[in-house]
Structures are given as C-alpha cells and as structure tokens.
C-alpha cells in the first residue's frame, strides 16, 4: 500500500482518506465486534479478569503502535489488537455496575460514561502538546502508560451477583447419554446463549441500532478534517473536540438521571431522540456557512453522544433481566461492528469520489433517523405483548374456575377428584 510519503512532491493518494480512515474505524470496529466474546468471558471468567486481559492487549498494542510507521502494520497493532483489547477492557466496566446498583442504574452509568468524557476534553490538548514535542511514536508509548494503570484499576471489580449457568442443560447432561456430536452442541449452546434473541423487543433494538450506528462515527472522523478543507481552519479545530467532549459529558449524567425517572422500556424514547437528533445534525453540517456554525453542531452531536451511551446498558437489564444482560450487550456491540466499522470509509469514499465531504454528511444522517424510527416500535410492541400475557392469563385462570365449578356440581365427587 502507498502511503503519502512514498509520492513525489505535490502529489497526493487520491484514496489516501478512505485508507487512513480504516485505522480509527478499524479499532472502533473491533472494540463492538468482540463483544459477543467478551460477554462469554466476562460470564464464565469475571468481569475482574476479563477487564484486566483486556487492558493489557490494549497496552501491548498501543506500545506496539509506536515502533511502525507502516499503515499496513498500524491495522494490525492500532486496528485489531488495540481494539480487541479495549473491547475486553470496556464491556466489563458496564456489567459490574449492574452487580452493585439497580434503583439508579441509569445515573451510575451516566456518572461513569461522564468521567470519561474528562478525559475527551483534557486529551486533545495534551496530545498535541505532546505529539509536536516528542513526535507521534513517543506518543503512542505515553498513551499506553494509561493503559498500563488500567490493568490494576480492572482489579480492583468485585463482581456480587453470581455467575449465570444452564442448569437445564447440565442436568440433562448429567442423567442422558449423549453422543459426541450432542455433547459439543450443548457446550455450545451453554457458552452462545442465544436466549436474549428469543425476546421480539430485543431483536428489533438490536436491528435499530445497529442501523442507526452506519453513520455514527462518520463526524468524530472526518469533522476535523472537513473544517480544514472548508474553511482553511487548522489552529482551532481543536476546539470541536472539546465541545463534543465537554458536551457528551453533561448528556451522560443528565440522560442517566432522567433515566431513572422513565419507567421501563420508555427509555428507548430517549435513544430515539438522540439518533433522530443526530441525523439532523449531520445533514446540517454541510449547510454551515462559518467555523462558528459547526461548533454549535459540536454541542449537539456531544449531547447526541452521551443520551444513547448511558442509556444503552439500563435499556438491556429492562429487556433481557440482569442475569443475561452481559449477553444482551455483547451481542448488540457485535451487530454493531460491521455498519460502525463501514461507516467512516464509505464516507472518506465518498470524499475521493465527489471532492468534497458533503454528500458524505448527508450520508452518515439518513442511518440514524431510520434506525430512530425502529427503535419507537419497542415499547409499543412489549405494550402488546403484555395485554396479549393478561388475556391469556385471565383466559387460564376462567377455566380453572369453571372445571372447579364443574367439579362440585358433581353428586357425591369432591371437587378436587373432579379436578384430577
């Protein structure tokens, strides 16, 4: 693969921003693609030790980073180990919550999501202190110190609730003679419990996000550089880093606040708010006239950003119960990998193809109002299928009462005989 500095002077790739668009897409990618696995540690291991591997093939990979200046290599050790790694790492830090809270589950999320987004506004100051003074490689090596501490904080989770098992399949294993092929099938059902797709409102969350997240990332990897191409703006663009930042932080803990106070699954309202919000924005991100303009669109996009992270775990406990929700996120990170990991190269694609960004933003703000529009089914749907319950349940309990009655019309039988 070409890079940039094996062309002559003045030329450019001319599919230099779909290509290095993969790495950060890649690394996304693979921290939402690993889920489903992550989930089946994080279940038969912990969440301690699950966290704690994790953060240290994150830390591999980052100090890895820092001895290539390959694209090719950087996909491998930015890209697939980097990204692995924080998968492993990120899931666990959203189960364990569910072990030590439950009335303000969507405020400790928020809390949580909220301090890391400390971090979003501090960072992009210190790496560009940092990068022009001891150059991209060092960078990479100062940054995965960080990843180093994280090992030890991943040690310090304390899981309460108990592992969850199949205890159906392991008895029936136990009492039943099966054959090798039976035994395998059942060790596979044991570890991809599939159980989570069995709820309709599930099945039609999880394809709603995972719509939506096509054109998520599409304005955190290209806003930065379309600001430079269109308004000549390289000194300041650190600024739209903090306002989303800054920004997605205030959403978080207000989102988990609110939150708490939306009983069951209306909460999915507060996703769809976010997504149709979202889309609007990208698609307004061409109309702008100003670097001013743009910025506004920065604080809207943060709000977007922290609305669906927090309320996404409290979402899964009210739809798969806190026993399975560690699978009911692991598989929806998973479907979410292939659309989040497309989206940002479809639109650097787009930018080769047309010259310049904006069919790419109004690309990346159709997903997510479709997926939006998904999303408000949910809790119509779990409406119908709790008074479809009620009947059947009040239709049950009429013919218990009629057979009893039945029974003691009965001359000289007892009503529970008649009953049997």
């Given at each position: 693969m070409m890079l940039q500095s094996d062309l002559g002077p003045g030329e450019r790739d001319p599919a230099l921003d779909f290509k290095t668009a993969w790495v950060g897409a890649l690394a996304m990618g693979m921290v939402f693609f690993c889920s489903p696995i992550v989930s089946i540690f994080t279940d038969r291991i912990g969440c301690r030790t699950t966290a704690?591997?994790?953060?240290?093939?994150?830390?591999?990979?980052?100090?890895s980073s820092s001895f290539t200046k390959s694209l090719e290599v950087r996909y491998f050790t930015y890209g697939i180990l980097f990204g692995c790694g924080s998968s492993f790492a990120f899931q666990?830090?959203?189960?364990?919550?569910?072990?030590?809270?439950?009335?303000?589950?969507?405020?400790?999320?928020?809390?949580?999501a909220g301090g890391s987004c400390l971090f979003s506004i501090s960072l992009p100051f210190f790496l560009k202190t940092v990068g022009k003074a001891i150059g991209?490689?060092?960078?990479?090596?100062?940054?995965?110190?960080?990843?180093?501490?994280?090992?030890f904080l991943s040690l310090t989770y304390r899981p309460v609730l108990p592992p969850p098992c199949d205890s159906q399949h392991e008895g029936q294993d136990?009492?039943?003679?099966?054959?090798?092929?039976?035994?395998?099938?059942?060790?596979?059902?044991?570890?991809?419990?599939?159980?989570?797709?069995?709820?309709?409102?599930?099945?039609?969350?999880?394809?709603?996000?995972?719509?939506?997240?096509?054109?998520?990332?599409?304005?955190?990897?290209?806003?930065?550089?379309?600001?430079?191409?269109?308004?000549?703006?390289?000194?300041?663009?650190?600024?739209?880093?903090?306002?989303?930042?800054?920004?997605?932080?205030?959403?978080?803990?207000?989102?988990?606040?609110?939150?708490?106070?939306?009983?069951?699954?209306?909460?999915?309202?507060?996703?769809?708010?976010?997504f149709m919000l979202l889309g609007l924005m990208c698609m307004m991100i061409p109309q702008c006239r100003g670097f001013e303009g743009v910025i506004v669109i920065c604080l809207f996009l943060?709000?977007?950003?922290?609305?669906?992270?927090?309320?996404?775990?409290?979402?899964?406990?009210e739809l798969v119960g806190p026993m399975q929700a560690s699978q009911a996120i692991g598989y929806l990170m998973g479907l979410m990998a292939v659309p989040m990991t497309a989206g940002p190269p479809i639109a650097g694609y787009l930018n080769d193809y047309f010259g310049n960004y904006h069919v790419s933003f109004y690309f990346?703000?159709?997903?997510?109002?479709?997926?939006?529009?998904?999303?408000?089914?949910?809790?119509?749907?779990?409406?119908?299928?709790?008074k479809k319950q009620r009947l059947d349940s009040g239709k049950d309990k009429m013919?218990?009462?009629?057979?009893?009655?039945?029974?003691?019309?009965?001359?000289?039988?007892?009503?529970?005989?008649?009953?049997?």
């Open positions: 704690a591997s994790g953060a240290a093939i994150a830390f591999i990979g980052l100090l666990p830090s959203l189960v364990i919550l569910g072990h030590y809270f439950k009335r303000r589950l969507g405020l400790v999320n928020g809390i949580v991209l490689a060092h960078t990479f090596q100062v940054l995965s110190a960080f990843m180093f501490i994280q090992i136990k009492t039943v003679s099966r054959s090798v092929q039976q035994q395998c099938w059942s060790q596979m059902r044991k570890y991809f419990n599939l159980r989570v797709f069995r709820r309709k409102t599930y099945r039609i969350w999880a394809f709603g996000i995972a719509t939506a997240v096509l054109g998520y990332l599409v304005p955190y990897m290209h806003l930065i550089k379309y600001v430079e191409k269109e308004f000549k703006e390289d000194k300041k663009d650190w600024v739209l880093l903090v306002c989303l930042g800054a920004t997605s932080g205030l959403g978080r803990l207000v989102s988990g606040r609110i939150g708490d106070c939306i009983p069951g699954l209306k909460k999915i309202y507060l996703q769809v708010a976010s943060g709000l977007c950003d922290g609305f669906f992270t927090t309320i996404m775990a409290p979402i899964a406990f990346a703000g159709v997903p997510p109002i479709v997926g939006g529009l998904v999303l408000a089914v949910v809790p119509l749907v779990h409406q119908r299928m709790l013919l218990v009462s009629e057979t009893v009655m039945n029974g003691e019309l009965l001359p000289g039988c007892p009503a529970s005989e008649a009953h049997i």
